[in-house]
């Protein structure tokens, strides 16, 4: 059973940076060819797409987070980061870890990110 956790989320303040980590199990050394993305949702907000990568690395980012973010992957740990910094109050939500291919799509629980100003 493929398994998704988010790790590394906290309290910062404004300015600040933070690291977070996606581990996966259960997807063993085909992990390489899984496209990978983190998302978050801030209260009352829809869940948007923050960073992606692919399975050959192309990355992409959204609008608000570019130049400050930075996604990046361990195909041999089959691990997701994401660099956070420059951090804004604006920042503040839940980060999620998606995992997919094909069809296939797997979610982390989540992990709190809180900016103070």
């Known amino acids: 059973q493929v398994q998704v956790m988010e790790s590394g989320g906290g309290l910062v303040q404004a300015g600040g940076s933070l690291r977070l980590s996606c581990a996966t199990s259960?997807?063993?050394?085909?992990?390489?060819?899984?496209?990978m993305g983190w998302y978050r949702q801030a209260p009352e907000k829809q869940r948007e797409l923050v960073a992606a990568?692919?399975?050959?690395?192309?990355?992409n980012y959204a609008d608000s987070v570019k130049g400050r973010f930075t996604i990046s992957r361990d195909n041999a740990k089959n691990t997701v980061t994401l660099q956070m910094n420059s951090l804004k109050p604006e920042d503040t939500a839940v980060y999620y870890c998606?995992?997919?291919?094909?069809?296939?799509?797997?979610w982390g629980q989540g992990t709190q990110v809180t900016v103070s100003s």
């Open positions: 998606k995992a997919g291919v094909m069809s296939s799509v797997y």
């Open positions: 259960g997807i063993g050394s085909i992990f390489s060819i899984y496209s």
């Open positions: 990568i692919t399975s050959r690395g192309s990355t």
